[in-house]
Nanobody, 123 residues
Framework: QVQLVESGGGLVQAGGSLRLSCAAS????????RGWFRQAPGKEREFVAV????????NYADSVKGRFTISRDNAKNTVYLQMNSLKPEDTAVYYC????????????????WGQGTQVTVSS
């Protein structure tokens, strides 16, 4: 089992920045990739970014490329999502997930999920 706890969400004005954190505990070896997803009201959960265990491989949704950066500190078992130039359309609950491969962009392929953290971007 893997437990994931997100933090860092909040209310920010358009153009601002936030950094989300996802702390992991438990048996993380087999689900070493970390992904971020988001879900806005009335919409399906969508892929945001993913990073491999070593951090050398990342992938981003087109909507966040150049604005968001995913990183990780394995000594702290923590993954981060730095979000810059935020837009109102980035408003959503952001979820951290653990999976077996950094190639996964489909949420159904992830094994463990955090409870989510709300990000609200005002115009």
């Amino acid at each position: 089992q893997v437990q994931l706890v997100e933090s860092g969400g909040g209310l920010v004005q358009a153009g601002g920045s936030l950094r989300l954190s996802c702390a992991a505990s438990g048996r993380t070896f087999s689900s070493s990739a970390r992904g971020w997803f988001r879900q806005a009201p009335g919409k399906e959960r969508e892929f945001v970014a993913v990073i491999s265990y070593g951090g050398g491989n990342t992938n981003y949704a087109d909507s966040v490329k150049g604005r968001f950066t995913i990183s990780r500190d394995n000594a702290k078992n923590t993954v981060y999502l730095q979000m810059n130039s935020l837009k109102p359309e980035d408003t959503a609950v952001y979820y951290c997930a653990a999976g077996r491969s950094y190639t996964y962009t489909d949420s159904t392929l992830y094994d463990f999920w955090g409870q989510g953290t709300q990000v609200t971007v005002s115009s």
